[in-house]
Nanobody, 117 residues
Framework: VQLVESGGGLVQPGGSLRLSCAGSGFTFSSCDMSWYRQAPGKERELVAGITYFGGRTNYADSVQGRFTISRDNAKNTVYLQMNSLKPEDTAVYYC???????????WGQGTQVTVSS
């Protein structure tokens, strides 16, 4: 089982990034997917989530209206489009899959996002 995030990097305030998380080794289309982030010295927090069929999404208040989560089950990939980035969005971003078929949770290794001028 693997979740591999990509797309992180350094961006200026106001800029955009799109994160991707590719899953393998499990039934991606049966999993609710979500993005979390963890800044230095802070607890990991939920950023956005999407149901397995993509019909429902939810967002943290701090990113509502700026971030968009989506998924492509044909590509076993979930995305996080991040616009109007702020320095406080700086964190390691993690992908999570909840596999209800086997009652297990998978995590990716994380990708660093740094928002700085």
């Amino acid at each position: 089982v693997q979740l591999v995030e990509s797309g992180g990097g350094l961006v200026q305030p106001g800029g955009s990034l799109r994160l991707s998380c590719a899953g393998s080794g499990f039934t991606f289309s049966s999993c609710d997917m979500s993005w979390y982030r963890q800044a230095p010295g802070k607890e990991r927090e939920l950023v956005a989530g999407i149901t397995y069929f993509g019909g429902r999404t939810n967002y943290a208040d701090s990113v509502q209206g700026r971030f968009t989560i989506s998924r492509d089950n044909a590509k076993n990939t979930v995305y996080l489009q991040m616009n109007s980035l702020k320095p406080e969005d700086t964190a390691v971003y993690y992908c999570k899959a909840i596999d209800y078929a086997v009652k297990y949770t998978y995590w990716g290794q994380g990708t660093q996002v740094t928002v700085s001028s």
